[in-house]
């Protein structure tokens, strides 16, 4: 089988289309390229979408934490504090049991002990307690003048929130927030190697990566070729992050603006 | 009452209630459960000095003027950063067995002329595996322990060496010139003036990375070793009353609720102790957390 040939039997293995049996032997470069570079599809998505709807619930949570409210903040606190206190890898294992569970209680949680959703909705939460966090430390060091300057124009309640907070919260929050994005997208590796089943061997990258480790015994080739993959990956994230951190601060001079750097500091 | 209950746990179909439970929940396994902990627990003792000093010497390295050495030092930092670690986990544990094997293989069989990747096998020759194939249980059982510790070690070494590195750079270069302008060495002024001043500048940094160190470790169980969550899915499943005295539904939701619990309280203690750590060592630092002490104090 050509390369080319190759990539349109695997390309799109990770989603079940294309050639259904895996190569069983004799595997060659191309295929370990094709078939890892298929299961990133499932990181791509899985950090796509928890880092999106994740952005809003945090938003929500950061606000609440912040709040005098008792009713508002502890249910706040206790959110972020169970999701950041405890390895994501124990959580998966959880919520996929307790799925499993409810799903005896009530077929509308069918779906939920299949990786795209069950998986999905347990990122979400994560990655909400992780930026919620994140966003909280930058609500409290929004400069004091700001929020006079909000006060001395008669703003108040939602414009206030939406023209000065936010934004401000936003910029400073940012470079954190491109961090917590990245390793997101790291922690999407763990899906398939908790309860979440790879129905019909459509795994994420690691997963085919392993695959391969396992039936050639070789990690130097396979592991590589993910390492490649996600540091492209991660360059991608660095670059659109970079974008909106331009944009952000698009009124402050040049020099002013502070870089995004990359802190090595989460394992969930 | 002691007697009593090892008595009664000896026909668990007539209990119920509390008395089955506190039967069930010391059986043979739950107590293999248990001890399960104690690895954890054992991980983090063997795990945390290695690291740090894996990542003493990386952070060392990364500074040498040596210009290979300070770029191995770079490297080693550089490469976590971008790729998932469990990638790394899974990579390290193969990547070292293979290895050790090698380079056994190379000194005890060197008369060997066969390759040692044959299409999708690694053979070395019998004297060379490790652990040897006519090995106790628990040797090998050792081997997966250390080779996980290992890989731990080689991780969250890179993670030290990025902050030690940054803690180097920290201290004020004014403290170095002084210590040059005495006629120290470089080897002098790095013992004698940096190293016993960047440990303030770590501490954050250092506090942080047990917090990761701990959520780390029911990773154990990808490599292999009997670990919590080993157990809590061996003992949390279905059990049907023709294999085991104590017959269950699936109780998976609960033993992984237990452990979740477990890690809560373990960091929720571990960062009571880390801010006192942190409170002590800032008292009377020149810093703005020292500063802070000092106007409430007054």
Not at chain 1, 253 to 267: D, E, F, S, T, V
Request: hydrophobic letters at 50%; proline letters at 6%; one cysteine or more.
């Amino acid at each position: 089988m050509s390369c080319w040939e190759t990539v349109q039997a695997y390309g799109l293995r990770s989603l079940g289309i294309g050639e259904r049996l895996l190569p069983r032997n004799d595997f060659t470069l191309c295929e370990q390229f094709t078939l890892i570079g298929s299961g990133m599809i499932w990181n791509v998505y899985f950090g796509l979408f928890a880092l999106v709807s994740g952005f809003m619930l945090a938003t929500a949570l950061a606000v609440a934490k912040a709040n005098p409210n008792p009713w508002l903040r502890k249910p706040a606190e206790w959110f972020i504090f169970i999701f950041r206190g405890s390895p994501l890898f124990i959580q998966f294992f959880f919520g996929y049991f307790l799925f499993l569970s409810l799903k005896s209680v009530h077929p509308f949680f069918d779906a939920f002990t299949s990786a795209w959703l069950g998986a999905l909705v347990v990122l979400f939460f994560n990655t909400s307690a992780y930026s919620a966090e994140i966003f909280y430390g930058a609500l409290h060091s929004i400069p004091k003048g700001d929020t006079e300057a909000a006060d001395a124009y008669g703003m108040s309640g939602w414009p206030r929130f939406k023209r000065v907070i936010w934004p401000t919260m936003l910029r400073l929050a940012w470079p954190a927030y491109t961090n917590e994005a990245i390793f997101l997208f790291h922690a999407t590796t763990l899906v398939f190697f908790t309860g979440f089943p790879a129905l019909q061997q459509r795994g994420d990258a690691l997963y085919y990566a392993s695959y391969f480790a396992d039936k050639t015994f070789n990690p130097f080739v396979p592991y590589p070729i993910l390492a490649m993959y996600f540091i492209m990956l991660t360059l991608v994230i660095i670059g659109v992050f970079g974008l909106i951190n331009r944009r952000l601060n698009k009124h402050l001079p040049q020099n002013q603006i502070r870089k995004i750097r990359l802190r090595p500091n989460l394992i969930r | 009452m002691g007697h009593f209950v090892i008595f009664a746990c000896t026909d668990p179909q007539t209990l119920s209630g509390l008395s089955w439970l506190t039967c069930y929940l010391t059986t043979g396994k739950h107590l293999a459960f248990y001890g399960a902990f104690g690895t954890v627990l054992l991980l983090l003792a063997v795990t945390a000095p290695a690291a740090m000093a894996f990542g003493f010497g990386g952070a060392m390295a990364a500074r040498s003027r040596i210009l290979p050495l300070s770029w191995l030092g770079r490297g080693y930092i550089a490469i976590v950063r971008g790729v998932p670690d469990i990638a790394f986990f899974l990579f390290f544990v193969i990547a070292l067995d293979q290895g050790i094997e090698y380079l056994r293989h190379k000194i005890k069989c060197p008369d060997w002329d066969e390759p040692l990747r044959q299409g999708s096998d690694f053979i070395v020759c019998q004297a060379a595996k490790m652990p040897l194939g006519n090995s106790p249980q628990w040797i090998h059982e050792a081997y997966g322990f250390s080779l996980a510790v290992l890989t731990f070690a080689i991780v969250f070494g890179a993670f030290s060496a990025n902050v030690l590195y940054g803690a180097m750079r920290a201290v004020p270069h004014a403290q170095l010139e002084t210590a040059e302008a005495y006629g120290m060495s470089p080897r002098q002024t790095f013992w004698r003036v940096l190293v016993p001043q960047m440990w303030v500048y770590a501490l954050p940094g250092l506090g942080n990375l047990w917090m990761v160190l701990i959520k780390a470790t029911p990773l154990l169980f990808l490599l292999g070793v009997e670990d919590i969550v080993y157990w809590a899915r061996e003992l949390g499943g279905a059990k049907t009353p023709r294999f085991t005295d104590f017959p269950h539904p699936d109780w998976r939701m609960w033993y992984f609720l237990a452990l979740l619990v477990f890690y809560l309280c373990f960091t929720r203690v571990s960062e009571i102790v880390l801010d006192r750590i942190m409170r002590r060592l800032t008292r009377g630092q020149a810093t703005a957390g020292g500063e802070a002490q000092r106007k409430a104090l007054t």
